[in-house]
């Protein structure tokens, strides 16, 4: 196996401080070291080896290199990032879990060459990193036994069989993904129904509502069953989820149609726009996307409604973005320190690492007064994450419906040149023991007012 050797009761020092490249991604890190610890099976610290008996973790830059690749040293107890470029710093993060079922001591981020190797890496990436098998009842083997022909297939019908393959797993995190396309989202929700995709939320400032369309119209659709036969998602979302992924876009510009009601149709071009990911609303504000920019945002917001007994928080729709800004704006409402919950990972070998107990500290000037945050089914990922360990305190309230059900913290590996899975790596519980994977958030009552 890759990572043969490896001590366990010997600390893995992570050796990356002088990696320019490493310095945005640290913090991530830092906060993930126990998902690099169930992988590795060690004590995951960071800085410079001093004992010759530390393990450790390096990167270096070689332009020589044609891909990055991770390789591990058994003899010196040394594993090596080999990057061509200092941005591809993630890449070899990315190789660590495809290391540790690797049948040999390196492994390299390269596409495969054909649909049978595509195949055998798609099944084994999957077999050995999710974690997700017993919490959905799912037979892996049967499962591909079912997708065989789907090894024989080229080009896009490899590309469309694969993706139902995978989605038969039922995860939205864990799909295949054009890596050669930046895909932009409108700013809609809506279901995939059998006609096409139903509108939920139109914001009142967009090129469908300056059109006329609204909740309640439909989108139309080719073949809405396909986009639902390669969704993968939990129950309550999988059809918000495909739905989302039938309107992203590539271009810069989109032609919708939609049909509303007596069989009025309307047509309308979508731009890609940049948006703001935080919306006041009277009694708190809307957060679309968490990034790190908005939590200074958010606390200007919080600051200018200090003394009112209560803020209202709408993550409805919010399917996530950068979990260190979600763990950050957490701390702003609690009271002292909290039990959040647990999380374990996959041992990218086919097995979960034990639980590892979850706490956070309040902000040095936390909010006074009552939360209450609305969810829904597209409440997912990194907003998960925020409200992980604040359901249930006193003073908070979450209502609407239970969230999408997906912490994740995604692994992607390098299928073919346009192609790579993600697959999930983590199975996240609330303090009650609740794993928020697949069951989602629960709520206190449904959105009031």
Not at 143 to 172: K, M, P, S
Not at 329 to 347: I, K, M, P, Q, Y
Not at 373 to 397: C, K, N, P, W
Request: net charge negative; glycine share 10%.
């Amino acid at each position: 196996m890759g990572l043969a050797g490896v001590r366990a009761d010997a600390p893995f020092v992570l050796a990356f401080e002088d990696v320019p490249a490493a310095t945005p991604l640290l913090p991530l890190v830092r906060a993930e070291r126990a998902e690099l610890a169930a992988v590795l099976g060690a004590e995951v610290r960071f800085g410079t080896a001093a004992d010759p008996w530390e393990q450790r973790w390096v990167a270096r830059v070689d332009p020589a290199a044609p891909v990055a690749r991770l390789e591990w040293d058994g003899r010196t107890r040394e594993l090596t990032s080999v990057l061509p470029t200092p941005g591809e710093f993630g890449v070899g993060l990315h190789l660590l879990h495809s290391l540790a079922h690797a049948a040999d001591d390196v492994v390299e981020h390269r596409p495969c060459r054909t649909s049978a190797e595509a195949f055998d890496r798609i099944r084994d990436e999957v077999a050995n990193v999710y974690p997700s098998f017993a919490l959905r009842g799912l037979d892996w083997e049967a499962i591909t036994a079912r997708h065989a022909h789907v090894r024989d297939l080229t080009g896009e019908a490899f590309e469309r069989g694969a993706q139902a393959w995978v989605a038969e797993l039922g995860d939205a995190h864990t799909h295949l993904f054009r890596s050669d396309v930046a895909h932009w989202h409108p700013p809609y929700l809506a279901r995939m129904a059998d006609n096409g995709a139903r509108l939920l939320h139109v914001p009142a400032d967009t090129a469908a509502a300056r059109a006329g369309v609204g909740p309640g119209w439909v989108v139309d659709v080719e073949d809405p069953a396909d986009w639902l036969r390669r969704t993968g998602a939990s129950p309550q979302h999988r059809d918000m989820i495909a739905a989302r992924r039938f309107l992203a876009m590539a271009a810069p510009a989109r032609r919708f149609t939609a049909r509303g009601p007596g069989g009025r149709t309307v047509a309308w071009t979508e731009e890609r726009a940049a948006r703001a990911a935080l919306e006041r609303t009277p009694d708190g504000f809307r957060l679309h996307t968490f990034t790190r920019a908005v939590v200074a945002e958010i606390d200007a917001v919080l600051a200018e409604l200090r003394g009112r007994p209560r803020v209202t928080i709408d993550l409805r729709g919010n399917v996530g973005g950068d979990v260190l800004a979600a763990m950050e704006l957490r701390t702003r409402f609690l009271r002292g320190r909290t039990h959040l919950g647990a999380v374990r990972f996959s041992d990218g070998r086919g097995g979960l690492a034990g639980p590892v107990a979850l706490h956070a500290d309040p902000h040095p000037e936390p909010w006074a007064g009552e939360v209450r945050i609305l969810i829904d089914a597209m409440t997912y990922s990194a907003s998960e994450d925020f409200v992980l360990g604040l359901q249930g305190l006193d003073h908070v309230r979450v209502e609407g419906e239970p969230s999408g059900g997906g912490s994740g913290r995604p692994h992607v590996r390098r299928v073919t040149d346009t192609l790579d899975l993600s697959v999930s790596t983590a199975l996240t519980f609330d303090r009650t023991g609740r794993c928020i994977e697949y069951h989602g958030l629960p709520v206190d009552g449904p959105a009031s007012g």
